[in-house]
């Protein structure tokens, strides 16, 4: 069964920094692309950051691109999410998500991890 | 980008009744190796979203066959062939053949 368990996210100050991570099972996760989208209170989506199965590519949107960066780390099954520079706007609740091998194929998702950003 | 425009935002459909979702891109959905990258989620209320189809028209496993999707190019629909109470939710449709991948801004379906 694939698992996808967030965590890391919690109440931050406007400028600071956050790391999350995602730990997954139940697949071969060197073989998946993965990404990380997220949903503002009350909102739609946005898909945020995705990474190759190797980690050698990496994307961001253009509303966190130079602010936050996406790696892994294909021994611990393990997805990141460096987010630093952090705003209001930023508030959301992030998802991982599972390439299918690829993530614009997502078939998985995780239950999400809360970031909250305010003073 | 490309902007995904769903519609209707708010559809309440009765018990046993047929929904139809509408998606539309601004560009072309249609990637260099053949496929179409549109897929439908369902987010029911307190939930994560759950793929149901990709690739326009294939359904995930454990998807009832009363899902089905269609379209080509930029105009796309998910139908529900017959509404059942466990289908109340929010759907949206997203595109992953143009970077960043995005979604529509998702329609809500309420039973009336």
């Known amino acids: 069964e694939v698992q996808l368990l967030e965590y890391g996210g919690g109440l931050v100050q406007p400028g600071g920094s956050l790391r999350l991570s995602c730990a997954a099972s139940g697949f071969t996760f060197s073989t998946c692309s993965m990404g990380w989208v997220r949903q503002a209170p009350g909102k739609g989506l946005e898909w945020v950051s995705s990474i190759s199965s190797s980690g050698g590519g990496t994307y961001y949107a253009d509303s966190v691109r130079g602010r936050f960066t996406i790696s892994r780390d294909n021994s611990k099954n393990t997805l990141y999410l460096q987010m630093n520079s952090l705003r209001a706007d930023d508030t959301a609740l992030y998802y991982c998500a599972k390439g299918s091998p690829v993530v614009r194929e997502s078939d998985y998702w995780g239950q999400g991890t809360l970031v909250t950003v305010s003073s | 980008d490309v902007v995904m425009t769903q519609s209707p935002l708010s559809l309440p459909v009765t018990l046993g009744q047929p929904a139809s979702i509408s998606c539309r891109s601004s560009?072309?959905?249609?990637?260099?190796?053949?496929?179409?990258?549109l897929n439908w989620f369902q987010q029911r209320p307190g939930q994560s979203p759950r793929r149901l189809i990709y690739?326009?028209?294939n359904r995930d496993s454990g998807v009832p066959d009363r899902f089905s999707g269609s379209g080509s190019g930029t105009d796309f629909t998910l139908k529900i062939s017959r509404v059942e109470a466990e289908d109340v939710g929010v759907y949206y449709c997203?595109?992953?053949?143009?970077?960043?991948?995005?979604f529509g801004q998702g329609t809500k379906l309420e039973i009336k």
């Open positions: 997203m595109q992953g053949t143009h970077w960043p991948y995005t």
């Open positions: 690739r326009v028209s």
């Open positions: 560009q072309s959905l249609a990637y260099s190796d053949g496929n179409t990258y």
